[in-house]
Antibody, heavy 123, light 110 residues
Framework: QVQLQESGPGLVEPSGTLSLTCAVS?????????WIWVRQPPGKGPEWIGE???????NYNPSLEGRVTISVAKSSNQFSLRLTSVTAADTAAYYC????????????????WGQGTLVTVSS | QSVLTQPPSVSAAPGQKVTISCSGS????????VSWYQQVPGTAPKLLIY???KRPSGIPDRFSASKSGASATLGITGLQTGDEADYFC???????????FGGGTKLTVL
């Protein structure tokens, strides 16, 4: 079955750049319409960060627009997240996930999810 | 503050039924599919319901969901201690052109 695994630094300095990669295994990244990043601050509900299609089309959360970039690397079956000018408010568990292949747009169902990686913004 | 509103907590005894509400607006729940997730603290969310009411393979029929207007409801029957977790709803918001989630509801099985 499809599995996702996040990787990247667990500690980022304020004003720095958060960079994470999601490795997809078990299927081709081209077989789903959207690949998603979600974050969840400690003790809070999830926040949708954005999504990327296998062809590179992106949609971002307006609250993060201008700071976030999501990209895809089909040749390595991976997609990535880049968030600039981070502050303590960006401290969260970051998850990569897949929109169900049956879903062409919207947020009809997200599965599977990666195990998540905690990123702390601190000096 | 989340775009979708859920009660912070619900509780019920083992074997009983519980419902969790998710309230939104015409621009999100009223216009798009709703999904529901279960999250045991410290672990990744797990998809319970997609396309408003459909269950993925492996999810027991004790879990059900419905949608009416700008609100959605998750129901869990035959509660088990293993159902203790956080539950949250998700959908698309056409005004924001973004995915949105509820703040989550903590289920306690007394």
């Amino acid at each position: 079955q499809v599995q996702l695994q996040e990787s990247g630094p667990g500690l980022v300095e304020p004003s720095g750049t958060l960079s994470l990669t999601c490795a997809v295994s078990g299927d081709s990244i081209s077989r789903a319409n959207w690949w998603i990043w979600v974050r969840q601050p400690p003790g809070k509900g999830p926040e949708w960060i954005g999504e990327v299609s296998p062809g590179g089309t992106t949609n971002y959360n307006p609250s993060l627009e201008g700071r976030v970039t999501i990209s895809v690397a089909k040749s390595s079956n991976q997609f990535s997240l880049r968030l600039t000018s981070v502050t303590a408010a960006d401290t969260a568990a970051y998850y990569c996930a897949r929109q169900l292949p049956s879903c062409s747009n919207g947020l009809c169902g997200v599965d599977p999810w990666g195990q998540g990686t905690l990123v702390t913004v601190s000096s | 503050q989340s775009v979708l509103t859920q009660p912070p907590s619900v509780s019920a005894a083992p074997g009983q039924k519980v419902t969790i509400s998710c309230s939104g607006s015409i621009s999100n729940i009223g216009s798009h599919y709703v999904s529901w997730y279960q999250q045991v603290p410290g672990t990744a969310p797990k998809l319970l319901i997609y396309d408003n009411y459909k269950r993925p393979s492996g999810i027991p029929d004790r879990f059900s969901a419905s949608k009416s207007g700008a609100s959605a409801t998750l129901g869990i029957t035959g509660l088990q201690t293993g159902d203790e977790a956080d539950y949250f709803c998700g959908t698309w918001d056409r005004g924001l052109s973004a995915g949105v989630f509820g703040g989550g509801t903590k289920l306690t099985v007394l």
